[in-house]
């Protein structure tokens, strides 16, 4: 072995302390990447076990048992049965939590049957010993059959026999059990034999996975026919022999733990879950409890992100004038600080939101209430094709819609989990609130109804509501077209209260906020390149004459030159590609009570919807003193049409917001949306329908107000 790498898989329930061991395990020499075709997180790293020997380590996405819902499931299913070409496992670990053994046995005796090199690594031992479990390990062995050590990742106790250990099993010192943990040769004896026939040397466990999942390996067109043939011949049923399976599992587990595991008794610990599950899953209050904790989640993203994200602005922008005053007035100089640092701006700002967001999250799995949310709203997100679990990445969907579709991974069926991202965008994210408030603030007239309800307040109120109907009425519409033939099950483990582990929750917020920088950031830093050069570039020398035309005036006695500056931007816009793009559109928006300018903003905001704003204040001329937003306000409310009309009044105005309520304005979703799908398909139609619809209501609404 001292000649080559030794490979291991990590694998494990989730929560068992998997993540710990691997970090424990490789230190700083760890790579984030995805496994091949599928958007799952991939953890691997090096380890030194000896002078002699290093070992690659691949931590494998956490999962319950050998029968995959989820993607990521799936991923560590492949590997684990052999079907992964990519990854070949010469040890397999299995992290087993002591505190809940009964459950983590199930998964680690399905592997010990697949006849691979296994490793049991006990984690949550000091939890165990709070709880009142002894285990007693040679027993545990013993019954099992492969070796069992207890490991302390956090306190680094245990590592070096683990590591010793390993080394042992790959040298083949110890063995795999020669007999079955269960007879699974009974389960389906002669479908079994005729199956090895085709692929000799397969255990009877791992040829019964043959039998359930071939169609999912990858295997020839002969070699499927086989499978099929065999199956029909002996009438094989998938589910009865999954549930005999388990049945008998679990009656071994029993006997495993009178053997080697002394609990005490759970009914103290039972009273209190029951009692909190009373009151959090009750039939009226559990719902207001939900609405309450939802809503301090909600309130918590925009109150946390708040200042590392004006921060993260007020520091863009500081750098970006720094550098505007020390650099040489060139395309160069206008590339780097309003298109590179622009761009770098439009990225980093939302990695506040993100890790916080997820931070958040990862509180709610680790005491066990985001189980209970996905129970509590499952019966009204199934009635539009959607699951309970879908409903934190919708909620999620109001701070921001990329952290929110990626934390749509959770969802086990791909139909589910589809309309759930093709949804999300059409939550009110904060990035539209900038729009919302300039233009509530020009059309809404600040009265009261009943002398305490604001006018402008509710109708704030009312366009967050209106995006929320909106995407259950679309995912109930949609459920009808998507045809992925999946069943749906909500199986939902209600696991024990406890408190948050708070050392999971930093590197959780960091690996979410370093693949949403290094992955969804480079496409957008493409597109606002992109962007800088549509606004910077016209065709021909319609620039150069307009900057001719302002060097004149410039020259002249008495010109108010800041006025005359602010002006010049406006008209080197309106003749750049991205102005002659508006005008070009003006005929299609007309419809809609929009003008060329609007039109600009509204290209403009595909790289952020706030760009809106920023967007309007260069087109009327408006600087970036303190009082820019007042200004702009009152230059948009002067604004007039050819024809002498106002271009933002109730209609236009009203029109405008139910536009940027359902149009998808915002190139970052497109983008992790096509990352988390892995297709442009989906983010095209998510584009088209978005628009189709924003028009149409929009049109709708300017009709109804004119």
Not at 604 to 621: D, I, K, N, Q
Request: with cysteine; proline share 4%.
């Amino acid at each position: 072995m001292s000649n080559k790498v030794l490979h291991i898989a990590l694998v494990g329930n989730p929560n068992s302390g998997k993540s710990s061991l691997f970090n424990c395990l490789t230190g700083l020499n760890q790579q984030v990447g995805n496994f091949p075709g599928v958007t799952v997180d991939k953890k691997s790293g090096l380890s030194s076990f000896s002078k002699d020997l290093r070992a690659e380590i691949v931590d494998l996405p956490g999962t319950y048992s050998l029968y995959p819902r989820r993607m990521d499931e799936w991923v560590s299913y492949k590997v684990l049965i052999g079907q992964d070409k990519l990854i070949s496992a010469d040890v397999v670990v299995v992290v087993a939590d002591a505190s809940n053994l009964k459950r983590n046995l199930l998964f680690c005796t399905q592997i010990i049957d697949l006849k691979v090199p296994v490793v049991i690594a006990l984690t949550m031992m000091d939890m165990a010993k709070r709880k009142g479990i002894k285990i007693d390990i040679a027993a545990l062995e013993r019954e099992l059959g492969v070796p069992v050590i207890p490991v302390a990742p956090r306190k680094n106790k245990g590592i070096d026999a683990l590591k010793k250990t390993i080394e042992q099993t790959a040298n083949e010192l110890y063995q795999s059990p020669s007999r079955d943990f269960i007879d699974n040769k009974a389960l389906a004896p002669e479908a079994i034999d005729e199956v090895q026939l085709v692929f000799p040397g397969l255990s009877d466990y791992t040829t019964i996975h043959y039998l359930i999942n071939h169609e999912s390996f990858e295997l020839s067109q002969s070699e499927q026919a086989q499978i099929e043939s065999i199956e029909k011949k002996h009438k094989f049923n998938p589910t009865k022999t999954q549930a005999e399976e388990i049945l008998q599992r679990y009656s071994r587990i029993k006997h495993i733990m009178q053997q080697a595991v002394s609990e005490p008794d759970p009914l103290q610990k039972k009273i209190f879950t029951e009692r909190l599950d009373n009151l959090l899953l009750h039939r009226v209050w559990g719902y207001f409890i939900l609405l309450a904790v939802l809503f301090l989640l909600f309130q918590s993203v925009f109150w946390l992100a708040q200042f590392p994200m004006d921060l993260i602005e007020l520091g863009f922008a500081k750098l970006s004038g720094g550098l505007s005053t020390v650099l040489p007035d060139t395309k160069w100089t206008d590339l780097l600080i309003n298109g590179v640092l622009a761009g770098l701006s439009g990225i980093l700002v939302f990695v506040p939101q993100i890790m916080i967001l997820f931070g958040l999250i990862t509180l709610l799995e680790d005491t066990g209430y985001m189980a209970r949310i996905s129970f509590l709203s499952d019966r009204l997100m199934r009635s539009v094709g959607l699951n309970g679990k879908s409903v934190m990445p919708m909620i999620s969907g109001f701070a921001c819609a990329v952290p929110a579709i990626m934390s749509a991974r959770n969802i086990e069926n791909r139909k589910e989990r589809l309309l759930t991202i093709l949804i999300t965008p059409l939550m009110s994210c904060s990035a539209r609130l900038p729009v919302y408030t300039i233009l509530i603030g020009l059309v809404i007239p600040k009265t009261y109804l009943l002398g305490f309800l604001g006018v402008q307040g509710l109708v704030m109120m009312g366009l967050y509501l209106l995006g929320l109907v909106m995407a259950l009425i679309v995912s109930y519409v949609a459920k009808w077209f998507i045809k992925i033939n999946e069943k749906s099950f909500f199986i939902l483990e209600l696991p024990t209260y406890r408190s948050p582990r708070w050392k999971n929750i930093i590197p959780t917020m960091i690996s979410k906020a370093r693949i949403f920088v290094f992955d969804a950031g480079k496409v957008i830093m493409v597109i606002s390149l992109l962007l800088w050069g549509l606004s910077s570039f016209g065709p021909g020398k319609s620039m150069d004459k307009v900057t001719q035309h302002y060097e004149q005036l410039k020259k002249e006695t008495g010109t108010n030159q800041i006025q005359l500056n602010k002006e010049y931007n406006t008209a080197k816009l309106e003749s750049s590609y991205a102005g002659i793009l508006g005008k070009t559109i003006e005929p299609i928006i007309t419809p809609l009570g929009y003008d060329w300018k609007i039109g600009i903003a509204l290209i403009t905001s595909f790289a952020a919807r706030e760009v809106f704003v920023g967007t309007m204040a260069t087109l009327y001329s408006v600087g970036d003193d303190d009082t820019g937003e007042l200004v702009l306000k009152e230059k948009m409310k002067a604004a007039k049409r050819p024809d002498g009309t106002p271009v933002f009044n109730l209609a236009s105005g009203l029109s405008l917001m139910i536009f940027y309520v359902f149009a998808m304005q915002c190139m970052s979703t497109l983008v992790i949306v096509r990352k988390e799908t892995k297709t442009w398909k989906w983010p095209i139609i998510q584009l088209i329908y978005m628009t189709g619809l924003a028009y149409i209501l929009s049109w709708i609404v300017y009709q109804l107000f004119k």
